[in-house]
């Protein structure tokens, strides 16, 4: 099996900072893209950020300036350092990983618990 753990989310005042982590492990043979994805209240979850095994990165323009996604193939994990956060950041953050599961080399989409982030005027 393969699980993902987040970590870092909270409270946070507007224009503050946070750092989101997510830590993948498991019956993991390679791991391809990794990202963040986030859901508002009353509105539909979207792509944040996402981040290529090679490096290459991309942002929902609302967050371009602003936010950062990295990993550490090492320690299989994807960060997502928030600066300069407003109110229209809270939602819920999910991380997400495109695996390749070891033994059977099947390709799936496996996704964190959420972790709540709420930014405070």
């Known amino acids: 099996q393969v699980q993902l753990v987040e970590s870092g989310g909270g409270l946070v005042q507007a224009g503050g900072s946070l750092r989101l982590s997510c830590a993948a492990s498991g019956n993991i043979f390679s791991i391809n893209g990794m990202g963040w994805y986030r859901q508002a209240p009353g509105k539909q979850r979207e792509l944040v950020a996402a981040v290529s095994s090679g490096g290459s990165t991309n942002y929902v323009d609302s967050v371009k300036g602003r936010f950062t996604i990295s990993r550490d193939n090492a320690k299989k994990t994807v960060y997502l350092q928030m600066n300069s956060v407003k109110p229209e950041d809270t939602a819920v953050y999910y991380c997400?990983?495109?695996?390749?599961?070891?033994?059977?080399?099947?390709?799936?989409?496996?996704w964190g618990q959420g972790t709540q982030v709420t930014v405070s005027s």
């Open positions: 997400n990983a495109g695996v390749r599961v070891r033994t059977t080399m099947t390709f799936g989409q496996y």
